[in-house]
């Protein structure tokens, strides 16, 4: 198949091209690279083994961008990563992020519906759970409270597929939950190169490691789990990209609307994947305990069986593959896609 998709440049949409190339597939990014370098997406042409990825920079609310994409290329489906996704900056910049991510997909959608591209693979979140009303969590469990306007943008997002799906069965809908995805590309050369100071665990623990932060913020201990620490489900970035492909073949079938957990179903707590990434690498990371972060929750981890049963996923990697591959990355690339 051939497939638009929207933030490719970013961390999962490049691991994503890369399993959807070598799955038989090809693709056509789109992305405004707010969040991301064309860097990556030379990388992933390298290790694709092919001269480029065509690439559109253009910006998913820019209708008339996204018009002349589709008007020189036939889509069977579009994978849909791109969005803004810092929690904090979401509460600061609401509208920035109800604009960027409701009002581009609105265009997107439409766009892909005048042109008769009517299947949609859509990156959602754990995060559309709130505080859970069950562990682990399954796709049965219902929606909860965000606590943040990022997590509003995806749970309305699911509805407004929902209900274009219910209104129109031509659609193929695909809801991707996706649990905490951590680790890189095998080869070290992509990876997630955030901007700033990391909001996310991983990414702050490679940069400890690397010598950029003195030393890694425990946001909290006393949380009730086994150590104290936030519980979660972190899950190699390849394992969610291959996910796709196998959501991929569910819409070539016809699958109307369908919504999965991507997880590996383990809980693995702050200190767990400390205590990991210090014995895989041999690398010593600082910690001090801070108090809770605002909008964190105890735990929160997936029952991924429907993905099992449904589409012949399942995760491969655990959590020391993670940490292993998450350190490459980092270590070869102290300074992400900037570095020289
Ligand atoms: P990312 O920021 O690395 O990738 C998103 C890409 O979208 C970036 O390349 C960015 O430049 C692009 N983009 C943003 N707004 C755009 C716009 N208006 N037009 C065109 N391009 C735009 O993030 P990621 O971690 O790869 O996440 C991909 C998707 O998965 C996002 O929708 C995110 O919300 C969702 N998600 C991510 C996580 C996670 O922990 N990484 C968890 C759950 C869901
Ligand atoms: C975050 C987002 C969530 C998103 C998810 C996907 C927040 C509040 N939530 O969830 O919306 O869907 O990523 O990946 O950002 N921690 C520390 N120190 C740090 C960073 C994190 O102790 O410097 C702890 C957190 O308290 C948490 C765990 O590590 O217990 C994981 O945090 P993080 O990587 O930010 O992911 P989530 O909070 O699960």
New binding site residues.
Partial sequence: MNILVTGGAGFIGSHTLIELYSAGHTAVVVDNLSNSSQESLRRVAKIIGIAEIPFYNVDIRDREGLEKVFACHHFDACIHFAGLKA??ESVAKPWEYYDNNISGTLTLLDVMRRNGCKSIIFSS???VYGDPAEIPISEQCPKGQCS?P??WTKSMLEQVMTDMQHADTEWNVVLLR????IGAHQSGTIGEDPNGI?????P?ITQVAVGKRPE?????NDYDTPDG??V?DYIHVVDLARGHVAALQKVGQGSGLSVYNLGTGHGYS?LDVVKAFERINGVRIPYSIKPR?A??IAT?YSNPEKANRELGWKALYGIDEMCRDSWRWQSQNPDGYATK
């Fill in positions: 929690v904090g979140s754990a995060t943040n990022y997590g996706y649990f905490n995805p990391p909001n996310n665990l991983m702050y890694l913020g425990v946001f909290g620490t936030g979660r702050v972060r909008g964190d929160c």
